[in-house]
């Protein structure tokens, strides 16, 4: 049985820290391509991070280049995203997503940065 299961997420003040947390297992964790999405409430689900099967290569959307941070343990099957000055504007769902044969999607954890 897939499963990812993202943690970490929770309320912060603007310029505060969090690190979300992936946990993989069910399928080939190191034959993924993983990545982080967001959704803010009313609009699209957006990619915020993405990081090859080996790490070696890593893409970040324009608006949390600089502050947020990808990284990856094959041998525990889990992904992490470290997001630092946090902003109001990066308030949402977060989504793990593992892309394969076949694409997997966790189920979120809420991302709340507000005073």
């Known amino acids: 049985q897939v499963q990812l299961v993202e943690s970490g997420g929770g309320l912060v003040q603007p310029g505060g820290s969090l690190r979300l947390s992936c946990a993989a297992s069910g399928f080939t964790f190191s034959s993924s391509v993983m990545s982080w999405y967001r959704q803010a409430p009313g609009k699209e689900r957006e990619l915020v991070a993405s990081i090859s099967s080996t790490g070696g290569s890593i893409k970040y959307t324009d608006s949390v280049k600089g502050r947020f941070t990808i990284s990856r343990d094959n041998a525990k099957n889990t992904m992490s995203l470290q997001m630092n000055n946090l902003k109001p504007e990066d308030t949402a769902v977060y989504y793990c997503?593992?892309?394969?044969?076949?694409?997997?999607w966790g189920s979120g954890t809420l991302v709340t940065v507000s005073s």
């Open positions: 997503n593992a892309m394969g044969p076949i694409i997997y």
